[in-house]
C-alpha cells in the first residue's frame, strides 16, 4: 500500500505524459527525487511531481 501524499512510477508517468523509462531518467538526473518504497517499487512526492508539472509547462509555453 502506497501512503498518502505520493505516487507510483506509472501515475508519475501519467501525469507527465511520459514513460516509465522517461521517469527513470528523471531521477537519474536529479530532476525528480524518490521519496519511499523500494528499490524496484519507488515513490515519488505528489508535490515534487506537482512541481515538475509546473516546470514542464513553463518551458513548454516559452
Known amino acids: 500500500m502506497i501512503r498518502p501524499g505520493h505516487l507510483?512510477?506509472?501515475q508519475v508517468a501519467k501525469q507527465l505524459g511520459i514513460s516509465l523509462?522517461?521517469?527513470?531518467?528523471?531521477v537519474h538526473r536529479g530532476q525528480l527525487?524518490?521519496?519511499g518504497g523500494?528499490?524496484?517499487?519507488?515513490w515519488y512526492a505528489?508535490?515534487?511531481?506537482?512541481?515538475l508539472v509546473v516546470k514542464?509547462?513553463?518551458?513548454?509555453?516559452a
Do not use: E, I, W, Y
Not at 523500494?38 to 519507488?42: A, E, G, K, L, V
Open 38 to 42: 523500494t528499490p524496484r517499487q519507488p
Open 21 to 26: 523509462g522517461a521517469v527513470r531518467l528523471l
Open 46 to 51: 505528489v508535490a515534487d511531481v506537482a512541481a
Open 56 to 61: 514542464r509547462q513553463h518551458s513548454n509555453a
Open 8 to 10: 507510483t512510477a506509472h
Open 33 to 35: 527525487k524518490r521519496s
